[in-house]
C-alpha cells in the first residue's frame, strides 16, 4: 500500500464522518488529500476523474429527498466530491504545467 492509496482511503474515511458529524476544516482537507492522490492517476484516467469529479459536485442534491437517509448520503457524495475535486484540480494544473513546459 502507498501513500496515495493510504490518502484516498483516509480521504473516504473523513468523507463519511464528515457527513454525520462536524469535523472543522473538512472540504480543504478532504481538496488537500485528493491532490495527494491526483500524483498517483495515470494519463488514461485524467478524463474519468474530472467527470467524476464534475458530476460528485454536481448531483448529490438528488439524493436529498430520500426520508431520514437522504441528506446524509448527499452530504457523503458532496464530500467525496471535494476529495475527487482535488485530484482533478492537480490533474489540470499538471495538464496547463506540461504543455507549457514542451
Given at each position: 500500500m502507498n501513500i496515495y492509496k493510504i490518502a484516498g482511503l483516509i480521504g473516504l474515511l473523513l468523507a463519511v464522518i464528515a457527513a454525520f458529524m462536524h469535523v472543522p476544516y473538512a472540504t480543504p482537507v478532504l481538496?488537500?488529500?485528493g491532490i495527494v492522490v491526483g500524483f498517483n492517476v495515470v494519463g488514461e484516467h485524467h478524463v474519468r476523474v474530472m467527470v467524476s469529479a464534475?458530476?460528485?459536485n454536481a448531483l448529490p442534491t438528488v439524493f436529498s429527498g430520500i426520508p431520514t437517509a437522504g441528506p446524509m448520503i448527499a452530504d457523503i457524495l458532496t464530500n467525496i466530491?471535494?476529495?475527487?475535486?482535488?485530484?482533478?484540480?492537480?490533474?489540470?494544473?499538471?495538464?496547463?504545467?506540461?504543455r507549457l513546459r514542451s
Open positions: 481538496a488537500i488529500l464534475l458530476v460528485l466530491g471535494a476529495l475527487v475535486a482535488g485530484a482533478a484540480i492537480l490533474i489540470i494544473l499538471r495538464n496547463i504545467y506540461d
